[in-house]
């Protein structure tokens, strides 16, 4: 059973406006959430992360949101750029002590200029 | 900085032949994590050292995995007698923290392809 849901395969956005990306999860046992960010024939780059006792975390163009109570969480990059344009992945790290993350499917971006 | 490197970056192997992945984490990382991926879905873990020690090895799918760390810099992931079903993106990550390692730094990854 996936524990880490992106339901959206892929988004398009226009250079400038808000980019919205979803995450659901099913176990109330994560103590931590991340972003990362993966181009074409690279590895996963971490972009941001929350702890489960926060809400919200914002590092600059990045924030995201946690609603414990809906086990949701969502990715908001303000102003998008087409540099932006890659797959994101919505991981959390269970708070049972085996430090293994655990990853959602990805959604694909693509910022149009 | 240098980063998490990798090698080789792509391997061909035919159905049945043994293969071996390096990784070179980050200098003074003392996490290190291995993790699948196959197309179209996200990472999946599959063993975790701290230092030389595996402390998990729990997402290993066959007993023909095999990984080590002999002196807690460089890493290998062995797969016997491989099959087809092997085929995909070997990913290792490093992290500098212990637990939680909730900022783990990813290589370019090893595809491999079983034929």
């Known amino acids: 059973d996936q524990q880490v849901k992106q339901n959206s395969p892929s988004l398009s956005v226009q250079e400038g406006r808000i980019s919205i990306l979803n995450c659901d999860y099913t176990n109330s046992m994560f103590d931590y959430f991340l972003w990362y960010k993966k181009y074409p024939a690279e590895g996963p780059t971490f972009l941001i992360s929350i702890s489960s006792i926060k809400d919200k975390n914002e590092d600059g163009r990045f924030t995201v949101f946690l609603n414990k109570s809906a086990k949701h969480l969502s990715l908001h990059i303000v102003p998008s750029q087409p540099g932006d344009s890659a797959v994101y992945f919505c991981?959390?790290?269970?708070?049972?002590?085996?430090?293994?993350?655990?990853f959602g499917t990805g959604t694909l971006l693509a910022v149009q200029p | 900085g240098a980063g998490v490197s990798q090698s080789p970056r792509y391997k061909v192997a035919k159905r049945g032949q043994d293969v071996a992945l390096r990784c070179d984490p980050i200098s003074g990382h003392v996490s290190l994590f291995w993790y699948q991926q196959a197309l179209g879905q996200g990472p999946e873990f599959l063993t975790y050292?701290?230092?030389?020690?595996?402390?998990?090895k729990s997402g290993l799918p066959s007993d023909r995995f095999f990984a080590e760390r002999p002196e807690g810099s460089v890493s290998t992931l062995k797969i016997q007698r491989t099959q087809q079903e092997d085929s995909a993106v070997y990913l290792c990550?490093?992290?500098?923290?212990?637990?939680?390692?909730?900022?783990?730094?990813f290589g370019p990854g090893t595809r491999l392809t079983v034929t």
């Open positions: 990550a490093s992290s500098l923290q212990t637990f939680p390692s909730y900022e783990q730094y």
């Open positions: 991981a959390a790290l269970p708070s049972d002590a085996t430090n293994k993350l655990i």
């Open positions: 050292f701290q230092n030389e020690a595996q402390l998990d």
